[in-house]
């Protein structure tokens, strides 16, 4: 698979089914995290890559409650850094940015390997921080919910996450998302 086949083809799929997560898997995405550019080769990004079922499970208390769906998860992947261990210049925070350049890079390496992975925001980081005994200084940025696509399985699922199963959700118009040379009032909209 191509770069861009994989961009292509990546989905944040809420319908999964389970299948089982070897070391080989971990280590690939671990890997593919690991080789992300970050400010000054920092490497702020810090994973746990929760794959057992009972470990699991006291997660899932964390998520919000539009979240169920993720409760069909082979492994989610636990996402944090701190400010303290990247680039700070002036107003800029980069430990935020270069976290999502790594997360990128697992999702694409994951679609790569036939997994869905698809980061969430509706999660309580406190509970995940006390359930995954992360030090209070770090920040839990994302958790990264992956499996096996299910195209039967829609427990957890409400209407509007059903019909956003089905077709890809539009996008921005290219030309509203970007200019060349100048900015562009149509960037605003």
């Known amino acids: 698979m191509t770069v861009k086949q994989a961009i292509e083809k990546r989905r944040s799929y ?3 089914e389970y299948v089982n997560i070897d070391d080989m898997i971990i280590t690939e995405l671990g890997k593919a995290a690991q080789l992300a550019p970050s400010c000054y080769n920092n490497q702020p990004w810090r994973f746990i890559f929760v794959k057992n079922k009972e470990v699991l499970a006291r997660l899932f ?3 919000s ?3 169920s769906w993720a409760k069909n998860a082979s ?4 996402v944090f850094s701190r400010k303290e261990d990247d680039c700070i210049i002036k107003e800029r925070k980069y430990y935020l940015f270069d976290c999502g350049l790594a997360v990128g890079s697992i999702i694409l390496q994951a679609t790569e390997l036939g997994l869905v992975a ?18 209070d200084y770090f920040s839990v940025i994302t958790l990264i919910i992956a499996g096996k696509k299910d195209d039967i399985n829609i427990q957890n699922i ?3 996450q059903i019909d956003s199963e089905e077709k890809r ?3 921005r118009l290219l030309s509203s998302i970007y200019s060349v040379d100048r900015f562009d009032e149509k960037l605003v909209k």
């Open 61 to 63: 208390d964390a998520l």
């Open 118 to 135: 698809h980061p969430i925001a509706g999660f309580s980081p406190q509970k995940v921080k006390q359930i995954m005994n992360i030090p």
């Open 65 to 67: 409650s539009a979240n």
């Open 158 to 160: 409400n209407k509007q």
């Open 169 to 171: 959700p539009e996008r």
């Open 14 to 16: 809420r319908f999964l």
């Open 75 to 78: 492994l989610v992947i636990v």
